[in-house]
């Protein structure tokens, strides 16, 4: 499915469900995280098949911090390793790679890391491969804000674009607090599907749900 021509998608993703498909399995968490990591690439191609413009994806948020130490210890280092590893491939492939979030809190590797990748991907135009790590939404508007701005200048103080479609895998139906301002129009998509099951085939299936949405934005649909 070809999604589109002029108007290139922003397409978000909660990639929730790791933890729930390693237990399912007998697995520990950590198992999850790895096959997620899979299923990062393989979603990444296919947004590029579909040429997709930008993909967002919630890697780990604010809240996330309140794991047991080794899961995070884990996550972080499974992050370092994804943006050591994918950048040369991404960068071979046209996609520039941007994190957003907190760059404080995070271990200094990954810090390190995240600013290669950033610096080695600036020129791609062919992916706008976003990954929100120590993401809270709030706290993004909340930098962003100031007296007497317009919603246009906090727009592009948070960097960003609408989103234009909004999957979550793994069941709940809940933002967690992910690009909230973004969303604001955006389609929402949930799907039982876990993470790490969550294939080019399970995203073509979203995709072709959204190209059947009418959507209005607040007017009457024509
Ligand atoms: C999403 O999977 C990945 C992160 C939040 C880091 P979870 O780890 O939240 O998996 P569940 O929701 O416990 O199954
Ligand atoms: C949302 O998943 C954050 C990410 C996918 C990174 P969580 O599993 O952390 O969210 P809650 O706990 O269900 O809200
Ligand atoms: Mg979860």
Same mark, same amino acid.
């Given at each position: ?44 191609? @296919?947004?590029? !098949? ?11 948020? =604010?809240?996330?911090? /309140? %794991?047991? #130490? ?82 246009? @200048?906090?727009? !592009? ?11 979550? =895998?793994?069941?709940? /139906? %809940?933002? #967690? ?46």
């Amino acid at each position: 499915m070809q999604t589109n021509s002029d108007h290139r998608l922003h397409v978000a993703i909660i990639m929730d469900g790791n933890g729930r498909w390693a237990e399912s399995r007998g697995m520990p968490r950590a198992a999850g995280h790895q096959v997620g990591a899979d299923s990062v690439r393989a979603i990444v191609s @296919a947004a590029i !098949e579909h040429n997709i413009g930008a993909l967002t994806l919630y890697a780990f948020s =604010t809240y996330n911090w /309140q %794991r047991p #130490s080794p899961e995070v210890a884990g996550l972080m280092s499974l992050l370092r390793h994804f943006l050591l590893v994918e950048a040369p491939e991404l960068q071979r492939n046209g996609v520039r790679i941007s994190v957003l979030g907190r760059r404080d809190r995070v271990p200094l590797g990954l810090a390190r890391a995240i600013t290669a990748a950033e610096r080695a991907t600036v020129a791609g135009t062919r992916l706008h491969l976003r990954i929100a790590i120590d993401y809270s939404a709030r706290d993004a508007i909340l930098a962003a804000a100031s007296d007497g701005l317009t919603a246009e @200048a906090i727009a !592009e103080r948070l960097g960003t674009e609408d989103v234009d479609f909004l999957i979550r =895998t793994g069941g709940d /139906q %809940r933002l #967690s607090d992910f690009l909230l301002w973004e969303c604001a129009q955006a389609e929402l998509y949930f799907t039982p599907v876990q993470w790490p099951d969550f294939g080019p085939t399970e995203f073509d299936t979203a995709l072709a749900d959204f190209a059947h949405r009418t959507r209005s934005f607040g007017a009457i649909p024509a």
